[in-house]
């Protein structure tokens, strides 16, 4: 079994990670001053951003220099970030849109002031998302609200900016936020799991479509978090779990790997490392290639042989 080369899940506010380079576009530097796409004065676009992952994300492209545009329904919130990044940015290089991501009308006017203000847009991060639960015979108003907002709320930002970022003539890219949940499908929220999984469908074709196209200078990644403390997985409490995240920390994360042409994108925490990560997603793929039952992981009759997998797995990376 071949894993890379990655690290053991430090923060990213310590020493950085090593990767390994699923697709890199040509001419793409990694250095931070030389980088075409995330650099002082292009334009970032945010969905999402009043709080949370999105917030830090906000902040820190406007550390960078970038314009930045947030977009999200939480209208107070919105304009409470738009002050701290005005005060970074100054008004002219900072838009505050109030957006529903699954109103399409509404999707097409923050890019009509995007692109009307500023002309372009570098960095397209969708992330806006909520976490109803719905299982997978109850709840179909919650299911239809996370399908709406995670699934076609990606759809509808990418069939409204993707057309004009093809012809711009600087780099660009596109970072849609996924889930673990989408990958190896724990028990517990069958809707959240199965909207992160066809955002993960998603991005991978949009990647591929991006690269077959010809002259196309936008690239495509599958930003996947860890364990992060935000709102959503918050529970109400305002102090962060030992093992759990910053979202600066994952957003510091996710700018590095993007920056070296990373597409997915799998964030490690402080409980789980990149090759217990690795290790589940194999195993859950190896759910299909060997016909064994669904979410064999917590299948009463394969508990044991999926913990003894995990022990031998990491026992053969300490050699």
């Known amino acids: 079994m071949v894993f890379s080369d990655r690290s053991r899940g430090a923060s990213p506010l310590r020493p ?75 008004e002219t290089n900072v838009i505050a849109q109030p957006t529903d991501v699954s109103k399409l009308d509404e999707v097409v006017r923050l890019r009509d002031r995007v692109y009307e203000a500023w002309g372009e847009v570098a960095v397209l991060m969708n992330n806006a998302g909520v976490g109803d639960r719905g299982t997978s015979w109850a709840g179909i108003d919650k299911w239809k609200k996370v399908f709406d907002v995670n699934l076609f709320g990606i759809v509808n930002v990418q069939q409204t900016f993707v057309p004009s970022m093809l012809h711009q003539e600087n780099q660009a890219l596109i970072v849609n936020t996924g889930s673990k949940q989408g990958i190896t499908n724990p028990p517990g929220n069958a809707a959240y799991n199965a909207s992160k999984a066809a955002v993960k469908s998603l991005t991978e074709g949009l990647a591929y479509e991006l690269r077959e196209t010809p002259n196309s200078n936008v690239t495509a990644h599958l930003f996947v978090p860890g364990w992060t403390h935000t709102g959503m997985t918050s529970s109400g409490s305002s102090e962060k779990p030992p093992g759990a995240w910053s979202a600066q920390e994952t957003v510091l994360y996710m700018l590095e790997h993007v920056r070296k042409g990373d597409f997915y994108i799998i964030c490690p925490d402080n409980e789980t490392r990149n090759e217990i990560d690795q290790l589940r997603i194999m195993w859950a793929a190896s759910d299909v290639a060997e016909g064994r039952p669904a979410l064999s992981r917590w299948h009463r009759d394969y508990k044991a042989l999926f913990s003894e997998y995990m022990r031998e797995g990491l026992e053969s990376l300490e050699r």
């Open 16 to 90: 950085g990670f090593n990767s390994v380079t699923s697709y890199k576009p040509e001419g793409l530097s990694v250095a931070d001053h030389l980088h075409p796409v995330i650099n002082a004065g292009r334009v970032a676009v945010i969905t999402g951003a009043a709080s949370g992952i999105g917030k830090a994300a906000a902040l820190e492209f406007a550390k960078i220099g970038m314009k930045v545009a947030i977009a999200d329904v939480n209208h107070e919130r919105l304009n409470e970030l738009a002050a701290e990044l005005i005060q970074t940015l100054g």
